[in-house]
């Protein structure tokens, strides 16, 4: 009986999903050599509720969730705390909205590489999101 109940649980351990977190079209613009910021874009999605507090990649000092909005005729760019990620409310980072800053860049970043950004959920939860490093997508 002991043996069942183990497989069992073990079974219900490996049915489950290992990421609430989908990213679609990810892309880090490539900078100049010498830039020590750019910005990453795409599309995250999620089937179970997900507020998403931080982001941290290898790469880069810093990375931070931003957004572009207009005040008083003005672009301003703004850090975004935390951002509910649901079925009805992806996460549309693209330019003039919604994006990823990546600050103080370890080095330069190559055309075609993949970056791996961490996103995580306010339960402590890592995301790993992959972004491809392009001119334009």
Known sequence: MKFNWISLVGLLLLS???FAIDLAGGFIRLMPPTSKTTAGY????SKVDTCLVSFSSDVANKVELHKHSEE???MKM???ERF???EQTPLNMESGGYHLMLIGLKRPLKDGERIVIQAQDEE??????TLTVGRDY
Request: charged share 15%; proline share 9%.
């Open 72 to 74: 008083n005729g003005m």
């Open 42 to 45: 795409g599309k995250l999605t």
């Open 16 to 18: 489950q999903p290992s």
């Open 124 to 129: 402590g939860q890592r995301y790993p999101l």
């Open 84 to 86: 509910l990620v649901t």
């Open 78 to 80: 703004r850090h975004v």
